[in-house]
């Protein structure tokens, strides 16, 4: 059965990796962790390298296996991402919602984790969590 492209976007308009202001936090890697600390796998966060060499340099930052692991986000003239091969995706938002299905475990094995769980999108309260005012999850 078939689902229509308004049905995909209307999905997308909720889901909070579409929403850059989820994710995107202007903080240092010690901001990051301690942001993190005690979230659940798949919690991540995007914050700007202070790089001269490079200004559009980004870092994720992402729970797995309980622990925050860090990985460089690099733009070149094909795009964001981590590895020569990999710079494809043509917003920081793509390379998100790419993530957000695929682990990342091709560029660290020790990050098995797929971006689930944006950082500003999600309260802990008690088991459940509720996104950005909806509690559809």
């Known amino acids: 059965h078939k689902v229509s492209m308004t049905k995909i976007d209307q999905l997308l308009e ?12 202007p903080c240092s890697r010690k901001e990051a962790e301690e942001m993190l600390r005690n979230t659940p796998d798949g919690t991540f966060l995007i914050r700007p390298r202070n790089d001269r060499n490079s200004p559009n340099s980004y870092a994720l930052s992402v729970v797995a296996q309980r622990d925050v692991g860090h990985c460089v986000i690099d733009w070149t003239e094909t795009g964001f991402g981590f590895a020569k091969d990999y710079y494809v995706h043509q917003t920081l938002e793509d390379l998100v919602l ?3 299905r695929v682990s990342l475990k091709e560029h660290n094995q020790q990050l098995d984790v797929t971006l689930d769980r944006p ?19």
Do not use: C, E
């Open 119 to 137: 950082v500003r999108a999600f309260t802990n309260s008690g088991t459940a969590y509720t996104v950005m005012g909806y509690n559809s999850l």
């Open 98 to 100: 790419h993530y957000q």
């Open 14 to 25: 909720i889901l909070p990796h579409t929403k850059r202001d989820t994710w995107l936090v």
